[in-house]
């Protein structure tokens, strides 16, 4: 057993540093809680793209360097750290692009992978539905076969980078015979998102934020090409992809930059003539934080290595999930107490302590444990095939 990087690893880590603590110095991005999902900066991803750290791990032959999954997991591990502004290209990063490469036709790969690899292709993810969330296979979202063409119509709801993307993932139902299985008669489809007949409408979430959107799709005419992967496979294409969706290590650091300046606060802030960090509440709080984010950090890279291994990383991907997104909500509660009434001053006031980070993760950390599968699907995944205890 060997948990150390490798020479090579470490090198690149610093690399990465460097470029992230040289970017700040440039004042071309403020490091923020949710980069990964609400920091949207096309010159930023250029820049990430310019290095191939974009595809990082992707096969070299579809352009990629051919990395190992560790390597992409230190890159991003970096990226969040920083708090820096990724939410543009990550879901094609980390999800899409790996399953075009799989599972998509010819032309798909030869037109979507060079834009994703180049930053241009910011891909939303639509699968949840209002009456599809936990379960998938009731999506109704349609797509009908019509000559060289698929017809959408549907709703989708809390599809991410809706207001930004240009390019949609779609997951819709291809075969309507009540008598074929529900899981049976989906498809997967990645679609440009200014076509004809297409409506985003932004959802204002409960952080104020309009990262996610409603999109509604009104005879909506794509080309066969469009399809990734085989017709009516789809269900168990997505089922594959949300491993690695919930996989990362944005479960765990998306506010990093938080955890970070929470402890310097404890540190520097003097209550009743000492530093609150001599508080017993404070001092505890901030060490079993610190213990459940290395337990975390080690649950998430073990995914890792099942990826390099070859395997998918199913129950493994669920553990760190459901410990991970759990971490961000007891950080988000702790900066909550330990900043005391100030600390529920959003950005932008004057009294606001760090950056009045504090609310905005306290608010945002509700939903980490719903987003990519709730933590009580997690729990199923992990009690049926961790456990191997019967299906419910
Ligand atoms: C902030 C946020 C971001 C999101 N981002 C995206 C996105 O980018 N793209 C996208 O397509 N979707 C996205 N979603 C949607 C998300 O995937 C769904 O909200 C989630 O899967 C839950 O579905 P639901 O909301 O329909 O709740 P339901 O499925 O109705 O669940 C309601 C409750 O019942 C519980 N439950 C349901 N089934 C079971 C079961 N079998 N056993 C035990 N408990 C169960 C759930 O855990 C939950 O507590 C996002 C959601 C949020 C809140």
């Not at 004809?196 to 959802?203: V, Y």
């Not at 975390?296 to 990383?313: C, H, K, N």
Request: net charge negative; hydrophobic share 40%.
């Amino acid at each position: 057993m060997d948990f150390s990087f490798t020479p090579e690893q470490e090198r690149f880590r610093h690399e990465v540093r460097q470029f992230l603590e040289d970017e700040i110095r440039q004042g071309a991005f403020r490091p923020q809680c949710d980069g990964w999902i609400q920091g949207f900066s096309p010159e930023f991803t250029r820049k990430l793209a310019a290095r191939h750290w974009i595809g990082l791990s992707w096969p070299e032959e579809y352009g990629g360097l051919g990395r190992s999954n560790v390597d992409r997991f230190v890159l991003t591990e970096e990226l969040l750290r920083y708090g820096a502004p990724c939410a543009l290209h990550w879901f094609a990063d980390r999800q899409i692009g790996r399953a075009v490469i799989h599972y998509g036709n010819p032309e798909l790969k030869q037109d979507i992978l060079p834009k994703i690899l180049s930053g241009e292709a910011y891909v939303g993810l639509g699968m949840s539905e209002p009456q599809a969330g936990s379960d998938l296979a009731s999506v109704q979202t349609r797509a009908t076969e019509d000559g060289d063409s698929y017809v959408i119509n549907g709703q989708k709801m809390w599809t991410s980078c809706a207001r930004y993307m240009n390019y949609v993932y779609l997951l819709a139902r291809t075969e309507t015979d009540p008598k074929v299985p529900r899981h049976r008669g989906l498809s997967e489809f990645i679609i440009p998102a200014n076509l004809p007949g297409i409506t985003i409408r932004p959802t204002i979430d409960i952080t104020g934020t309009e990262a996610w959107g409603e999109v509604f799709y009104d005879n909506v005419r794509v080309p066969k090409t469009c399809l990734i992967g085989e017709k009516n496979r789809g269900f168990y294409q997505v089922v594959n992809q949300l491993d690695y969706e919930r996989s990362g290590l944005e479960r765990l650091m998306g506010n990093y930059p938080l955890f970070e300046a929470i402890i310097e606060f404890s540190k520097q802030t003097h209550r009743n003539g000492q530093p609150i960090g001599k508080e017993p509440f404070v001092r505890d709080r901030l060490a079993r934080l610190q213990v459940e984010f290395e337990v975390g950090r080690l649950l998430t890279y073990r995914v890792a290595l099942v990826i390099d291994e070859g395997r998918a990383p199913n129950w493994e991907a669920a553990m760190a999930k459901a410990f991970c997104t759990a971490f961000e909500q007891h950080l988000a509660d702790a900066a909550t107490r330990i900043l005391g009434l100030y600390g529920n001053l959003i950005a932008g006031s004057k009294w606001a302590p760090v950056l009045g980070m504090a609310p905005h993760s306290f608010l945002g950390s509700m939903g980490y444990s719903l987003q990519a599968g709730t933590t009580e699907i997690l729990r199923n995944v992990l009690a049926t095939r961790g456990l191997g205890l019967p299906e419910a």
